[in-house]
């Protein structure tokens, strides 16, 4: 092989958008297309009395986690859905963890307890759920 040919396997990002991620991967002279998906959708309740101090505590977690989106039911106020991209392995289950209550080591996912008082039947109703790209 010249130092001008490319390596006869390669990997790129060719395409990344928040619910698809399609990986290219060149074989020789094959190139083939890879679509992984991994989403995350946490949602809960935020009491009325609290909404105001849970909007701002959580601009500063989203700012921090710019892999999360985030949502208000329009016609449900005051229920809200994160919506995290590329979560899987050990950073979903820490998330997990961290967002149950446990305690986690990683220090990007602590600090996220102190939203548990605003939810109406504490972090027992912070549901989690991960979902993959039907095969």
């Known amino acids: 092989m ?11 990002l060719v395409y990344c958008s928040p619910l698809l991620l399609v990986y ?13 998906m991994c989403i995350v959708f946490v949602e809960y309740k935020i009491g009325a009395e609290h909404r105001e101090a849970y909007v701002s505590w959580m601009r500063g977690m989203q700012a921090a986690h710019p892999q999360m989106e ?7 106020p005051g229920l809200f859905v994160e919506i995290w991209h590329g979560l899987r392995g050990e950073p979903y289950r820490a998330m997990q963890a961290a967002r149950r209550g446990e305690e986690v080591r990683q220090p990007e996912w602590q600090g996220w307890d102190a939203m548990v008082p605003w939810v109406p039947g504490g972090k027992d109703k912070i549901h989690i759920w991960q979902f993959e790209k039907v095969k």
């Not at 010249?2 to 790129?12: A, G, Q």
């Not at 985030?70 to 449900?76: A, D, N, P, S, V």
């Open 2 to 12: 010249s130092m001008d040919s490319p390596p006869e396997t390669s990997f790129s």
């Open 24 to 36: 290219h991967f060149l074989d020789q002279n094959k190139a083939k297309v890879v679509k992984k």
């Open 70 to 76: 985030w949502y208000e039911g329009t016609e449900q």
